[in-house]
């Protein structure tokens, strides 16, 4: 979204600091664990990563400037755990770069752009590949924007590969991301789109229709893994946005800051997780209607045979990577507790104010049997470098990729600067349990992590909200309070050529919205702003000047004059 909108607090002198970790690489990991910094920073910093049986390391690119950096290699030729060799291939559309794909499996490199699964075969002894650039899967349907389209990818033992087709939508409603506008029944996009395709991992050329509709039901999948203990596909969803700006009279900040649950999946054929006719409230322990299909008495949960999550983790964590671990027997494998469970990166939250985003850390869930054995655990912390986090941009790092090395190891990659670490176990494994977790318990009581206080963790409780509510309720969510967005999907209104520039330009925006790739200082985005016509002149006009005179801005005022003339432009070529 471009403008959608952002409400202002001053920066908080008084928010307190986490004792900084010097040692393993700033992580804080459980007792016995150590961790090396591979690279300390990506140009085209880091999405997925993935690393092959002789300890190179391949690297999804997050962002894509040349044609030839949508991979990054990289290879340790001294063995001191730092990464000395970097060398960037693979050609993508630079439009369509942002994907996140990237495996080995069969002896191919797997990776992926927005609308396209490549591999090239890899070459024994090489970092780069020596083999021509194959196209395995195509997505053929048109896209206006970037909404839910990135491509991950995983593959089970008999030559399958599983490809999520992400919903174009936040919850297909019949004017997406549009206050109390109702949801569409039946949900037309759940043909082609919210769930999760099964193809050919051999055969090159593929489109959609060349697969099979293996899930339904789930907005957006960016971490899946296929566990080979049980045999089974698993998933985790990002749970639908915007509960308070789009259903303000239903739902309070709270519970827009903590709802809906990301939903921990095991992924069978015919699986239909519930979106969007539903969400999981992980407080109450059961499937919820959404509040676009309330008055709709066809939709009952109970009865619609959905699938109950594994774990329903806190709202807005933003999964987006899953590993079972491998590894419990490898020369620096990690203690049996690890055999078969599970490790999640959470990138964190954007929409949770006025409460402090929440996440950023790597998780780890125990599994016995095919399913989980205990409570999530925090594996790795220490990413956000502040405590609490009022805006996504105070994230110094932001968890993104995980991948076990050949010896057992773990590496992590985050999407800020593009750091990558890699982590061992340096302890006894044989003493190894709770004593050594305890710690790292502890830290869910920092408040990016633990459930926040409905009263004692409102950011802004006992003063007021600067700038006027509508710019609070119907901003924030995307670009931040500080007004510098997430750096990913949604721009910075500070500096913003949109926002200093043509008033004329600026109140379309808010009025029609706008859809499609446009550049913001420098950088592309490609989301989507809907339009807020809904809002009164006096409204816009009142939120225009703020953020024209907010962030370090200096333009002058939007009139309500200003707004209106534009609205009866708009209202005449209709």
Known sequence: MLLAFIGFTPPNDNRKLPVINTANGGLFLPDGFEAVVVVDSLEGRARHIAVNTNGDIYVKARFVRDKDESVIALRDTNQDGRADIIKRFGGLDRERSYGTAIRIYNGYLYFSSELLVYRNKLTPGKLVPESPLEVVLTDDHKHGMHEHIAKPVTFDNQGNMYVPFGAGSNNCQERNRTPNSAGQYPCAMLADHGGIWRFDANKTGQTQKDGYKYATGLRSVVALDWNPADNNLYALQHGRDDLLMLWAGTYSPWQSAVLPS??????????????????????????????????????????????KPLIGFPGHWAPN?????????????????????????????????????????????????????????????????????????????????????????????ETEKGKIWRITYKGNKKTFGPAQLAQMEKRKTMSHIRTPDPIKD?????????????????????????????????????????????????????????????????????????????????????????????????????????????????????
């Open 262 to 307: 990301e939903e921990f999946f095991r992924v069978k054929d015919g699986f239909d997780g519930g979106w969007p006719y539903t969400y999981y409230d992980q407080i109450k322990g059961k499937k919820i209607v959404n509040p676009e299909y309330a008055a709709d008495n066809r939709i009952n949960p109970e009865a619609m045979n959905l699938e």
């Open 458 to 574: 409102n950011l802004d409780r006992d003063k007021p909200v600067a700038g006027s509510k509508v710019y609070a309720v119907y901003c924030s969510p995307c670009h931040q309070r500080n007004g510098l967005g997430d750096s990913q999907r949604f721009p910075p209104l500070a500096g913003s050529e949109w926002v200093l520039g043509d008033k004329k330009r600026l109140i379309e925006v808010v009025l029609k919205g706008l859809e499609g790739p446009i550049e913001v200082k420098g950088q592309s985005y490609n989301n989507v702003m809907p339009q807020h016509s809904f809002l009164s002149n006096e409204d816009i006009a009142q939120v225009l000047t703020h953020i024209r005179q907010n962030f370090g801005n200096q333009a002058d005022a939007v009139s309500v004059d200003d707004v209106n003339a534009i609205r009866k432009t708009i209202a005449l070529k209709k």
């Open 321 to 413: 990577d899953l590993l079972f671990y491998r590894g419990a027997g490898l020369t620096n494998g990690f203690p049996a507790r690890y055999r078969n469970g599970a490790f999640i990166a959470f990138h964190g939250s954007t929409n949770r104010a006025p409460y402090p985003q929440s996440g950023y850390i790597i998780g780890f869930v125990p599994f016995k049997d095919g399913k989980p054995s205990g409570n999530y655990e925090v594996f790795a912390d220490g990413f956000v470098g502040v405590d609490p986090v009022v805006n996504v941009s105070d994230a110094v790092y932001r968890p993104m990729g995980i991948a076990m090395g050949p010896d057992g190891s773990l590496y992590i990659a």
